[in-house]
């Protein structure tokens, strides 16, 4: 099968649209650490990221002990989990499901909260609870619970945080500027569960604790799910929005969803500013729009039709299914890509039974996988250069990784930065990436990975999305950024990271 001149052209022209050199991704590596910096200053004149203080001021090392509850209401589930820490980096988790209903869901916040208050009961009852508590924390018999909130809350303590507003179908009235955590213990005392609600928390922070308590040189949590964020560990002292801090450390929120919702620096295409347009909120989380999950496929969608209308691409002949609006899951360009076949027969049966395309030539099969190619490619290399910026964050700017007693080693010869090789010859950012802190380096001299805790179904099920951002890293960190980072699944962020905030709340780790 051959490909005509025009179609070739056609995909060059794309490809260059989508492909982010090494020169690209550094630009705009040292943009986000820009970001980053100005958003801790609190100047969101000239930052897109929020920088959020969580008041999680600690991580779990693996040898914490205890029983504790975890209650995760994202969307139509609430789950409620005992987990148990059995110390040295085991845990046992036990949960249960209960289904939001659609009255509930607009129905008054204190009617929602008795649903929560009853589930839990429900739970301890039902589960035998008390017979798998290895150990109370308090040393009183209330149950700590940790719970995580997936809407937009501003904290002001870890265990206090007012909503914003609601999304995801939400509307219970009532609960729009009161504190989240407040509401679910007053229900918890009125149903007489004896339950303290000890911390609430953000999926990503979660995320970074969870996978810090199997893994304890964790600094950095991520999700590539239906949407994209990520949070790390700061030093206190660098949060200039947070008066009084007490702490050295503290678990910041990046919220790097929204980073450049202008366009400044990232290269969007008229697809992404096509997707942006006809979204249910234009104009923010560009750089999330063009990473997870709820967009990937729809950027394809956009891609196929162009070429579709330039008849390009099935003889010029579009579908019902592929007309329709957010139909072409990102699903599909994980399965397309898995299609690696001489034919790509496999790839026809998706075009078929998901999109309704019956005519389709190998060209176009060809053609399908190499556009999903470029999309998915951009999305990992995307996802790399803000792991990158975190990660230089904490080691060149702050030092502060391996500031705080965490066994990260760092001897002075290893190459493992790129300003070690001179990949940044021309870096521009300001914060002094060539130069490490002291507390950067160890005395032992032994290099200890940063460990990345990754949560999302984009991360964990898209074909080559580990080796491709990989690759980015390496451009941007050097030839050694597989021994400086580990990207590893992190298992129940939402469960074990509530509890263990639960933990760091009541006890202090
Ligand atoms: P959430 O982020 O909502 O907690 P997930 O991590 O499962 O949940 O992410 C869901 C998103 O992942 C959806 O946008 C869906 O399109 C996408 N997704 C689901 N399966 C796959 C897959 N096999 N490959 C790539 N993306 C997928």
Redesign the pocket.
Known sequence: AKWSDKQTEALAKLAKEFTLSTAQLEHLTSAFLDQMQSGLAGDHKSSDLAMIPTFVAGRPDGHERGSYLALDL?GTNLRVCLITLKGNHELESHSRAFKVSDHLQEAHISELMDFIAISIKEFITSEHISSKIVEHPSGSDTLELGFTFSFPVTQTAIDAGMLLRWTKGFSCPGAVGNDIVQLLQEALNRNEVNVHVAALVNDTVGTLLAHSYKHPNTFIGA?F???TNGAYVEATRSIKTMSHPTAKEMIVNIEWGNFDKDKRVLPVTPFDNKLDRESINPGVHVFEKMI???YL?EITRNILLHLIDHRLLFDGTSSQKLNTHWAF???F??QIESDTSATLIPIAQILEQELGIYLNTQVDREIVKAVCQMVGKRAARLSAMATAAVVRRGLSVEGHFAGHGYPLKLSEGDHVFGARTGVHKNETATEGVHERTDSAVDHGGNLQQINVGI????FE??PHFKERMFEGLTELLGPRAKELVALGIATDGSGVGAALAALIATKHC
Not at 455 to 458: H, L, Q, R
């Open positions: 994202g999700i799910g239906t949407g997870s999950g709820m496929g899951e990102t699903k360009m994980s949560d999302g179904s984009v099920h898209y």
